[in-house]
């Protein structure tokens, strides 16, 4: 139990189907993220979210919506997804904290994954 | 924007050899942190480097930060079967402070 929960963790779904994932924490952190995890790009950063506004998006494709609305609750909605989406989808939480100008991330707490496979 | 570089990609080592694996970051961290992922599971994390030239150690594993706080090293000292999985660095910079990890090193340890 790392105190980030992710459901489900195993779904498979039709091209045309719309499907969310949630994941949720309950560590009071303010940072929350989405990372995509398959064999040909190990933990691919998908979207952060840093006191529930979204800062990162990374060029992801607009069939993955993001959706923060609060901070101990994620989700990641899903429509009209590509075969080549199936893959381990893992969220995370960490607490971000100023330094000097910039921000430091304390250790990262991830969830069980969701096993994503899109047929 | 900020990229972190993790090598090998793989290593494949005999019960009781030594493994390292590098970190480099295109920009200078604020921290780096170390994860392992047991095969089948989730990333766990392993420790935080703060300082520049920080060394710290947990039993045969050994966490190195550069000078310049842009690079980083694990190396573990005679390897174990239960030191499989893989090995990721992460860093954080910046404005925002996002975790970005590099690719990971998988670790294979024959008996």
């Known amino acids: 139990e790392t105190g980030v929960t992710q459901t489900p963790r195993h779904l498979v779904m039709g091209m045309t189907n719309k499907k969310s994932l949630k994941c949720e924490q309950h560590l009071g952190h303010n940072a929350m993220y989405w990372y995509k995890q398959s064999a040909k790009k190990p933990l691919e950063l998908m979207f952060v979210?840093?006191?529930?506004?979204?800062?990162e998006n990374n060029s992801v494709p607009s069939r993955f919506s993001p959706e923060c609305p609060n901070s101990s609750h994620l989700f990641l909605h899903l429509h009209t997804l590509q075969p080549e989406d199936s893959a381990l989808y893992l969220c995370?939480?960490?607490?971000?904290?100023?330094?000097?100008?910039?921000?430091?991330?304390?250790?990262?707490?991830f969830g069980q994954g969701t096993r994503l496979t899109v047929v | 924007g900020q990229q972190v570089m993790q090598i090998p990609q793989y290593q494949h080592v005999q019960e009781g050899e030594d493994f390292t694996t590098y970190c480099n970051s295109s920009t200078t961290l604020s921290n780096i942190q170390w994860y392992k992922q047991r095969p089948g599971g989730h990333p766990v994390f392993l420790i935080q480097?703060?300082?520049?030239?920080e060394v710290k150690k947990q039993k045969r594993l050994t966490f190195q930060f550069g000078e310049a706080k842009k690079n980083s090293s694990l190396h573990i000292t005679a390897t174990q079967t239960t030191d499989v999985g893989t090995y990721f660095c992460?860093?954080?910079?910046?404005?925002?402070?996002?975790?970005?990890f590099g690719k990971g090193t998988k670790l294979s340890v024959k008996p």
């Open positions: 480097l703060v300082k520049s030239g």
């Open positions: 979210y840093s006191l529930e506004e979204r800062v």
């Open positions: 992460a860093g954080s910079g910046g404005s925002q402070g996002n975790l970005i």
């Open positions: 995370a939480s960490s607490q971000g904290l100023p330094q000097g100008p910039y921000r430091m991330n304390t250790e990262a707490f």
